[in-house]
């Protein structure tokens, strides 16, 4: 049995609009990940399957390792099919934000999403959500929104109506925000719905090679170059590697190529925090990830010097200036840290 995570009047409240609503849309982050796409997919797999007219709206591309999820294609870009997309938020009787905490985080679509005099509803783990919606269900302790898309449809009682293929996506989305259930991934019901989406049919092992190890050759050799030239802070058992365009365009660096690298220093002896700086190609910044394990709190570091956020052991932020600069700044607040990061866990 799992316990009731999300509160029975929203679930109650949900009902009642699933009921009347006939267009719903989905809508979840820019540059969406395994998360984004499975929550949504899994969501949108449910709605389908209960005779609603669904579409799944997502602000641009998704990494192409995603690109074998059931339902995947029916995926609309924002940024390639901006009116119709439009028209579909406007028109729509509910949308499903799933996965993000702020409206700024769907980018060019926050405007018709906010416009739009649709009911709307956050499913979403994580911090701090904004108020943007007539229900919030917001869970920082569930590692995954497509774990709250399960347990919202179970609570629904609809877990007879959950297809193979809503399976997948789900399961998909619980796998990849734990990293292969390798973080935030100690809690026992986790283990409790994957045997449920395995009673599906889904075939795990499957779905973890699709993901994982489908890279390109020149994924492999850029991985290979960016940790060769990685430093180590041992006296702040923390790592650095980093990624300039000149170096992107050397490898044919094509979008999703870096996905995963910010975790692999963390799999040196003591070294609990790790950071990943990547020249972005459109706007004149660096894209940080950082990741941590144990309470290294990385979502307060990326606030204080990187005007980011995000979750404990991984976070993300944006820094306006060169690789030089930024790698200043991250060496700076190594040092904020440094007794944080050398404490005793
Ligand atoms: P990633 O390193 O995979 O890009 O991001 C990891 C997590 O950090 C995301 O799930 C998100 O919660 C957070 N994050 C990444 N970039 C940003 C950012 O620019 N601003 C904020 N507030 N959070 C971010
Ligand atoms: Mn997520």
Redesign the pocket.
Known sequence: MLTKVIEQAKIDHFTKWFERADKIVIVSHVSP?GDAIGSSLGLYHFLDSQEKTVNVIVPNAFPDFLKWMPGSKDILLYDRYKEFADKLLAEADVICCLDFNALKRIEDMADAVAASPARKILIDH?LYPEDFCKITMSYPKISSTSELVFRLICRMGYFDDISKEGAECIYTGMMTDTGGFTYNSNNREIYFIISELLSKGIDKDDIYRKVYNTYSESRLRLMGYVLSNMTVYSDCNSALITLTKAEQSKFHYIKGDSEGF?NIPLSIKNVRFSCFLREDTEKPMIKI?LRSVGTFPCNQLAAEFFS????LN?????FFGTMEEAKAVFEKALEKYKSLLTAKS
């Open positions: 990940d994580h910010v990830s980011g956020g995000g979750h991984a976070s993300g932020g944006e």
